[in-house]
């Protein structure tokens, strides 16, 4: 079975694809919220 170079380009749009979308999902979910909420306020806070 040969490799095809384009199969091998889809591929990687694919799995590139997905995790951008994984990260959106993970950085838009309600369960991340207060952490990135206190994250946010990092450098508001006095020592």
């Not at 694809?17 to 206190?38: C, M, P, Q």
């Amino acid at each position: 079975m040969e490799f095809d170079l384009n199969a091998g380009r889809s591929l990687v749009t694919v799995l590139s694809l997905v995790t951008f979308i994984g990260i959106i999902v993970w950085a838009y979910s309600r369960k991340n919220s207060a952490a990135f909420d206190e994250a946010a306020q990092l450098p508001f806070k006095q020592d």
